[in-house]
């Protein structure tokens, strides 16, 4: 398994020691550099290339918008700010996640289960082959054999502690997996997890009011800290995998 070489851009001590804390505590990750503003950053990525930025927005001097206008082959990118307002712009300039602070470790290792399976898109986080995005089905275990699930007919997906409910368009299939487990499997750009129980398929979306997402009959909630990012993400047109 080759580990994503990452950096840390923020002029905030505090910031910059609890994200470098955070990589170190994922094997996925190796650290390049722990940088205090982007024009630091730019000297020392362009001696070490970096596939991965943890880059905060509202900096002096650069910001994180021109650090990454600045560079030819800018690296993939998660923002970090403490502004919810910047949620927008932080995707349209195909940011992988957006993260706000005080950032979470649950929220800061979703975050990288994403960069993972946009740059290491063949491998998942235990080193097997994962579904290929060309496949538009697979099997679970239910009812005493397999069953097979198409991509496009899932609604929703629902955690139940040591199982899952997968809701389709016209049935419920319950399986012993976990949805984090079950979260991987799925192909990229097509399905994102607006809560910690919840990931829902982008086109199944009815409409999103407040912190509830509506899919067909079911009104599913959107956890606070995934509001602001899930509902740029889906205005900008950008998804890209959770």
């Not at 024009?39 to 021109?66: S, Y």
């Not at 649950?106 to 496949?135: H, Q, Y």
């Not at 389709?168 to 994102?192: A, N, Q």
Request: aromatic share 10%; glycine share 4%.
């Amino acid at each position: 398994m080759k580990n994503i070489i990452c950096a840390v851009i923020d002029d905030e001590p505090i910031a910059r020691n609890i994200l470098e804390d955070f990589v170190n505590q994922d094997e996925r990750l190796s650290l390049q550099g722990n940088y205090k503003n982007a024009k630091e950053a730019l000297k020392g990525i362009t001696t070490q290339p970096v596939e991965l930025v943890f880059l905060d927005i509202n900096m002096p001097g650069l910001t994180g918008f021109q650090f990454l206008r600045s560079m030819t082959n800018p690296p993939a990118v998660i923002f970090t700010t403490a502004y919810r307002e910047h949620a927008m712009e932080g995707f349209d300039a195909n940011a992988i996640d957006y993260l706000l602070k005080p950032i979470a470790i649950e929220r800061f290792l979703l975050a990288v289960n994403k960069a993972w399976k946009f740059l290491r898109p063949a491998i998942n986080e235990t080193g097997n082959t994962t579904i290929k995005d060309s496949e538009d089905f697979f099997f679970v275990k239910a009812d005493g054999g397999l069953t097979k699930i198409f991509f496009e007919e899932i609604l929703f997906i629902e955690a139940l502690k040591e199982y899952v409910k997968i809701v389709t368009k016209d049935r419920s299939v319950i399986t012993y997996h976990t949805i984090s487990g079950l979260e991987e499997k799925l192909p990229t750009g097509k399905f994102y997890r607006t809560h910690r129980s919840y990931i829902v398929n982008i086109k199944a979306i009815t409409s999103i009011e407040a912190f509830t997402v509506k899919i067909d009959k079911h009104e599913l909630p959107i956890s606070r800290n995934e509001r602001d990012a899930f509902v740029a993400l889906v205005a900008s047109g950008k998804i890209i995998s959770k």
